[in-house]
């Protein structure tokens, strides 16, 4: 059974860094589209960035885009997000998932939060 377990998230300054971690148990990687979404308080849930199965395709939304790196290592069996220059509109759930035939799973989530 898929699961995916993120980690990394925490409490940085504005201008500050984290890097997020997705780890997948129980499948073959190779075989998923995968995303980070995240979603603030209030606010509506939003897909930050994606990254195909062999990271042919990299998408990232507006407004991480220079900012946030999405990567993969199939190997590892890892998604990773650099965030960088980060922000406190950043602060929100942040949430890997794993799409395969119209199929989507969901962690966990893991908190950032930026704040001086």
């Known amino acids: 059974q898929l699961q995916l377990v993120e980690s990394g998230g925490g409490l940085v300054q504005p201008g500050g860094s984290l890097n997020l971690s997705c780890a997948v148990f129980g499948v073959a990687l190779e075989y998923y589209g995968m995303a980070w979404f995240r979603q603030a308080p209030g606010k509506e849930r939003e897909r930050v960035s994606c990254i195909s199965r062999g990271s042919d395709f990299i998408h990232y939304a507006d407004s991480v885009k220079g900012r946030f790196t999405i990567s993969r290592d199939n190997a590892k069996a890892m998604v990773y997000l650099q965030m960088n220059s980060l922000m406190p509109e950043d602060t929100a759930v942040y949430s890997c998932?794993?799409?395969?035939?119209?199929?989507?799973?969901w962690g966990q989530g893991t908190q950032v939060t930026v704040s001086s």
């Open positions: 998932t794993a799409n395969r035939l119209g199929n989507d799973f």
